[in-house]
């Protein structure tokens, strides 16, 4: 089993940063990806960022390129994501997650909510971007 957690969120302006972590515990995962998803309300959970934990590959969403940088700290088992410009639509909570997926763009448009294919998720932690 895999416990993630993530740390980081809270509220902030427009055009401001947060730096959000997922601290992972439990089995090694070294053939995995992890990833970042996020949820405003009354949306459907959707993909933001991911990175594969061995090589450090990473794929983003079209609306978070150039803004949001995910990163990973093989020694500290911990995942980042760098916001970066923060839009009042990134208003969410952010959810970790990991998985042996591929994240390349033609599996990802395949790929099913809510789960997409990960094994294991955080609580998730709130974002709140004002204008």
């Known amino acids: 089993q895999v416990q993630l957690a993530e740390s980081g969120g809270g509220s902030v302006q427009a055009g401001g940063s947060l730096r959000l972590s997922c601290a992972a515990s439990g089995r090694t995962f070294s053939s995995y990806a992890m990833a970042w998803f996020r949820q405003a309300p009354g949306k459907e959970r959707e993909f933001v960022a991911a990175i594969t934990w061995f090589g450090g590959s990473t794929y983003y969403e079209a609306s978070v390129k150039g803004r949001f940088t995910i990163s990973r700290d093989k020694d500290k088992n911990t995942a980042y994501l760098q916001m970066n410009s923060l839009k009042p639509e990134d208003t969410a909570v952010y959810y970790c997650?990991?998985?042996?997926?591929?994240?390349?763009?033609?599996?990802?448009?395949?790929?099913?909510?809510?789960?997409?294919?990960?094994?294991?998720w955080g609580k998730g932690t709130l974002v709140t971007v004002s204008s």
């Open positions: 997650s990991a998985g042996n997926v591929d994240f390349d763009e033609a599996n990802r448009a395949v790929m099913i909510p809510p789960d997409y294919g990960m094994d294991y």
